[in-house]
């Protein structure tokens, strides 16, 4: 039995809501950051989908360089908010005002 494309999509979406909602409700920078996180992986949901949809593996092989991409970019990341937790001893996002202009 297989699954129909449209499952994968819904879930897609729906993970795509959570990590949206995950990023302009909340302030702790940790917590944005996964959401960022689940965004990324909602849309490595549909080119996987979509690749197995289609039979053509180059969605596939695209999720794996995102995937790559994306642990860089958490390295990164997470780097950035360890130094300015030790400026400032808080990862509320609403306190960050020395990244401004």
Aim: hydrophobic share 60%; glycine share 6%; no cysteine.
């Amino acid at each position: 039995m297989t699954v129909p494309l449209w499952y994968y999509l819904v879930l897609s979406g729906l993970i795509f809501l959570i990590g949206l909602v995950g990023v302009l409700v909340r302030r702790n920078i940790i917590i944005i950051l996964l959401s960022i996180e689940l965004m990324l992986n909602a849309t490595n949901i549909n080119f996987v989908a979509f690749s197995s949809y289609l039979g053509n593996l180059a969605g596939q092989v695209f999720v794996f360089f995102a995937l790559t991409v994306a642990a860089a970019e958490v390295a990164v990341g997470l780097a950035i908010i360890i130094a300015l937790y030790r400026h400032r001893s808080s990862i509320n996002v609403d306190e960050f005002r020395l990244l401004k202009w």
